[in-house]
């Protein structure tokens, strides 16, 4: 194994030993089978069973079967010349032949029973992984935010998860049929496009957690992820820079999955971001500091009457010429004054669904201390 193996001997001297009790372990095995050829054999996971317990874990399969192969080796060279005569020399060909067979199914059960233990192993990381995001900073009383964020990192870098790259959050309702294997449809289509996935089923709730690696395109392959997620919306939250903000994504997401019921015919998936008036309308305050600062304080800044005359246009139904005469201003100048509204926010006031988000925008900041719009225009 030494001469034949050059990673055999960079070994540690127990690792070593334990092939070693190995391999005698099965010439024992060999030997007393030999003198009872008619019952079954004997070695199944007993002698890797005595091994060191870090070893099956240390060597790779391939390794192990390039062991079983210069053990078997030796043994079809050492012990057929052995032979009284060519009766005895059939029986010790055949004998090594149908106990290397054993060998390799006993080394194949092990590494088997090891892959099933350290998936079980992994499955229960992966959950505490997505249950700590879903919960936030906050849910562990008595750790400081500092250890909260070791701990998850820690935890993420044993799924081989890369807790600096970039991450989105999506939620949505899990298949009723086939979960298994769409979840590994899922994890194989992440590996392909480059991305990373942490996947975690909350009763009647699917959470992914999707990385964003630098070379990706914008936004990820969220198209794919949709495919994993039965009927209903599925949300996707907004972009965060590395796992210990990854909270801020999931938070937002969630809100969105609760308030997406209505807005029945949103896309799929929808942005968090895309819900901020039914998520208003749901009590979200984050909701309402988003609305505020992307549709209203932006109008408050640039001053002049754009936001008095943004919330008359929207009090009056969208009736340009109504406007024009409550403010006594010509109609060009509402056009003119809209056209800047939709310059600063983005969002077109004669659109229906744009007129929606800015008049929750409005009526947000309305309700907030010492906030009416109507005022500050």
Known sequence: ??????????????????????????????????GHRGERVRLTAEAFRIAPRDLARRLTLSQTVDLVRIATQVFEQQLPPLAADAAEHRALVEGVLRFGREIAFSAATVYAGEAETRGAWDARVEALVVDAVVRGPGAE??????????????????LGWDPTEPLRVVVGTPAPEAREELLSELRREADRSGQSVLIGVQGNRLVVLLSEPPGLDTGGDIGTVVEAFGPGPVVVGPRAEDLTTAHVSARDALAGLRAAPARPGAPRPVAADDLLPERALAGDPVAHRKLVTTCVDPLTVAGGELLTTLAAFLDGGGALEACARALFVHPNTVRYRLRRVSDLTGLQPTDPRDALVLRIAVLVARLGPGRDPADAG
Do not use: Y
């Not at 990673?7 to 095995?29: I, Y």
């Open 141 to 158: 009383p008595g750790s400081t935010a500092r250890s909260r964020a070791d701990g998850l990192v820690s935890r993420a870098s044993a």
């Open 1 to 34: 194994m030494e001469q034949g193996l050059p990673w055999f001997a960079r070994l540690p001297a127990h690792m070593r030993a334990g092939v070693q009790l190995v391999t005698q372990t099965g010439v024992a095995n060999f030997v007393a089978w030999l």
